[in-house]
T-cell receptor, first 115, second 113 residues
């Protein structure tokens, strides 16, 4: 069974640009969550999608947005990039949403560098 | 709010040494607790989990017990190997946050032969 796939693996952008990251969950998983990992702040939850609806949102500005498609694939968009957005963005999928005991399976991440 | 505190690294050990990485949490209600491991250049892999008090999670020789009275979930391994070198993250999720994980800062483990 294929794992969580994130594309692209690496991205370089300049300040002010926007970027879209993609995540394909494990087959049969309907929940997709996104996390930002930086050396200073560690791992922080961005948002979770289930059945094309945002179920939960972390404490990030509105420049960060996402969506989920009917096949459970998800995209994350960051507009008006800032230097501080440089990070590893991780996607995780799980069977369903809203249960604390759910296991989340992570992709390898997209490394975004903002110059 | 909910939070996870784990010991700062790096932790440097010789092969076959005993490992403990401390993790304590603050949460309302009864969270589920997890240990994830991240190898260089990779995403996170679930190492073990516990969903209620006194549960013991175990995998690949690693163990952790959910201690509600001390709000702790310390990771232990009796004999580490060079291949265990990685960053270890303690995390929780609770019924209010649903699936969303709250992570500790991570502890880097380096094992030498």
């Amino acid at each position: 069974k294929a794992g969580v796939t994130q594309t692209p693996r690496y991205l370089i952008k300049t300040r002010g640009q926007q970027v879209t990251l993609s995540c394909s969950p494990i087959s049969g998983h309907r929940s997709v969550s996104w996390y930002q990992q930086t050396p200073g702040q560690g791992l922080q939850f961005l948002f979770e999608y289930f059945s094309e609806t945002q179920r939960n949102k972390g404490n990030f500005p509105g420049r960060f947005s996402g969506r989920q498609f009917s096949n459970s694939r998800s995209e994350m968009n960051v507009s008006t990039l800032e230097l501080g957005d440089s990070a590893l963005y991780l996607c995780a999928s799980s069977l369903s949403a809203g249960l604390a005991k759910n296991i989340q399976y992570f992709g390898a991440g997209t490394r975004l560098s903002v110059l | 709010g909910n939070s996870v505190t784990q010991m700062e690294g790096p932790v440097t050990l010789s092969e076959e040494a005993f490992l403990t990485i401390n993790c304590t949490y603050t949460a309302t209600g009864y969270p589920s607790l997890f240990w994830y491991v991240q190898y260089p250049g990779e995403g996170l892999q679930l190492l073990l989990k516990a969903t209620k008090a006194d549960d013991k999670g175990s995998n690949k020789g690693f163990e952790a017990t959910y201690r509600k009275e001390t709000t702790s979930f310390h990771l232990e391994k009796g004999s580490v190997q060079v291949s265990d070198s990685a960053v270890y993250f303690c995390a929780l999720s609770d019924h209010q946050a649903g699936t969303a994980l709250i992570f500790g800062k991570g502890t880097t483990l380096s094992v030498s032969s």
